[in-house]
């Protein structure tokens, strides 16, 4: 025990101090003939521990790394192997991996990872009944600075402008004094994301009931909000909203087309050279 915490120390002043450069190994532990290095933790240890979670971290592996070829050694002695097809089960196991190994290489080679928007929109069109909000949306901006802040009137009459916003102007404004700032046009915000924003005092139920502006005042900040749009809870959501969603979809989509068109191309390939024959 003694050696085997010598080792473990070794192990982790090594590892603070360019450890994984060495070419030398140490040996941890054994069990009959199967043995547990230091380079078995390589890949695994975290270099950013400290020593004191560092010994921890390698006295917890080295029990697991026993009680597991305990039991492996066990199982070796005491399963017939043919009784559970485990040679067969590897096999199996070792093809499905080497299959989609390069399944993946194939697609990686031959998919486009573009998405038309023509694409999206047919099929949107086509499923927007499956994107019902679970919960509602808006599309806004949103200004907080001090109380003591300069141009307070200023800032309120551009972010409540009827006419065009003049976002150059408002962004220059909060760049330079607000405490959080949002606005980005093209992305829809979830309700509750936006009033996590606001002082826990206001009545969240009310927010833009007669209009979509919003001017809140507390002792120490100023809220400026205009709201451009939003959808209610069971609404179907605007496509923006889910458009990664379904480029996910598609790319999918594309990658298994991809994978059937090589799988058929291989397999004529193979009829024409007779390699593949049915008797």
Same mark, same amino acid.
């Given at each position: 025990?003694?050696?085997?915490?010598?080792?473990?120390?070794?192990?982790?002043?090594?590892?603070?101090?360019?450890?994984?450069?060495?070419?030398?190994?140490?040996?941890?532990?054994?069990?009959?003939?199967?043995? !547990?290095?230091?380079?078995?933790?390589?890949? @695994?240890?975290? +270099?950013?521990?400290?020593?004191?979670?560092?010994?921890?971290?390698?006295?917890?592996?080295?029990?697991?790394?026993?009680?597991?070829?305990?039991?492996?050694?066990?199982?070796?002695?005491?399963?017939?192997?043919?009784?559970?097809?485990?040679?067969?089960?590897? =096999?199996?196991?070792?093809?499905?991996?080497?299959?989609?190994?390069? =399944? *993946?290489?194939?697609?990686?080679?031959?998919?486009?990872?573009?998405?038309?928007?023509?694409?999206?929109?047919?099929?949107?069109?086509?499923?927007?009944?499956?994107?019902?909000?679970?919960?509602?949306?808006? *599309?806004?901006?949103?200004? +907080?600075?001090?109380?003591?802040?300069?141009?307070?009137?200023?800032?309120?009459?551009?972010?409540?402008?009827?006419?065009?916003?003049?976002?150059?102007?408002?962004?220059?404004?909060?760049?330079?004094?607000?405490?959080?700032?949002?606005?980005?046009?093209?992305?829809?915000?979830?309700?509750?994301?936006?009033?996590?924003?606001?002082?826990?005092?206001?009545?969240?139920?009310?927010?833009?009931?007669?209009?979509?502006?919003?001017?809140?005042?507390?002792? !120490?900040?100023?809220?400026?909000?205009?709201?451009?749009?939003?959808?209610?809870?069971?609404?179907?959501?605007?496509?923006?909203?889910?458009?990664?969603?379904?480029?996910? @979809?598609?790319?999918?989509?594309?990658?298994?087309?991809?994978?059937?068109?090589?799988?058929?191309?291989?397999?004529?390939?193979?009829?024409?050279?007779?390699?593949?024959?049915?008797?």
């Amino acid at each position: 025990m003694r050696r085997f915490l010598y080792y473990i120390l070794s192990f982790t002043i090594l590892s603070s101090c360019s450890f994984f450069e060495r070419t030398d190994d140490i040996l941890l532990a054994r069990l009959g003939d199967s043995y !547990l290095y230091e380079s078995d933790l390589k890949s @695994i240890l975290d +270099k950013d521990l400290s020593s004191a979670d560092s010994l921890a971290f390698i006295q917890q592996y080295t029990q697991n790394w026993a009680q597991e070829e305990l039991l492996l050694q066990k199982a070796e002695l005491n399963i017939d192997l043919s009784e559970f097809d485990i040679d067969q089960r590897l =096999e199996d196991y070792r093809r499905s991996l080497l299959i989609h190994a390069y =399944e *993946q290489k194939l697609i990686q080679q031959n998919t486009d990872t573009i998405v038309s928007v023509a694409s999206l929109e047919t099929y949107y069109d086509k499923h927007s009944d499956d994107y019902i909000l679970a919960e509602s949306i808006v *599309q806004l901006m949103l200004i +907080k600075v001090s109380v003591v802040a300069p141009e307070l009137d200023a800032i309120r009459d551009l972010v409540f402008s009827k006419d065009s916003i003049d976002i150059e102007a408002i962004e220059a404004y909060a760049h330079q004094y607000s405490k959080r700032f949002y606005y980005n046009p093209n992305e829809w915000l979830k309700w509750r994301s936006f009033v996590e924003f606001l002082p826990n005092n206001i009545e969240k139920n009310t927010l833009f009931k007669h209009s979509n502006t919003l001017y809140i005042k507390d002792s !120490l900040d100023v809220y400026f909000v205009k709201l451009f749009d939003q959808k209610a809870q069971g609404e179907i959501a605007p496509l923006e909203y889910v458009e990664d969603e379904i480029k996910s @979809i598609l790319l999918n989509q594309k990658k298994l087309k991809t994978v059937d068109v090589i799988q058929s191309k291989l397999l004529e390939d193979a009829k024409k050279s007779k390699q593949f024959e049915i008797y």
